[in-house]
């Protein structure tokens, strides 16, 4: 399984590196909306996008807009992992095309167990 993860904090995007990596996944990693952009138009068979929400250049929730609004990653799952947790994120989050919403910080078992949720449903 192909996945995206995409955070300005290089510590995240190895956190989560080291959770799936060995677990088979092939990751590939974005420091902001912008580079997830130019990634996934090289290459748009991605299972899953992890997407943080504040990042520098273009935040997560633009990303997710602009991906699910010109179709440029169809089929792909997106999991919104960030530290806003108010309501009216989540909301935000998911009326834009999120799949998933985790809150940082996360666990190993729990980012295991959504992406698996999401991807066999």
Request: charged share 20%.
């Amino acid at each position: 399984m192909k996945i995206l993860t995409v955070d300005d904090t290089a510590t995240v995007r190895a956190m989560v590196l080291n959770i799936l990596e060995p677990e088979g996944f092939d990751i590939q990693e974005a420091a902001n909306g912008q580079d997830a952009l130019r990634v996934i138009k090289g290459s748009s068979d991605f299972d899953v996008i992890l997407v943080d929400w504040l990042m520098p250049e273009m935040g997560g929730l633009i990303f997710l807009t602009e991906v699910r609004q010109k179709n440029l990653a169809p089929g792909v799952k997106i999991i919104m992992l960030t530290a806003l947790n108010r309501m009216a994120n989540i909301l935000g989050a998911m009326d834009a095309g999120a799949d998933e919403y985790l809150t940082k910080p996360f666990t190993h078992d729990l980012v295991l167990e959504r992406i698996q949720t999401i991807v066999n449903a």
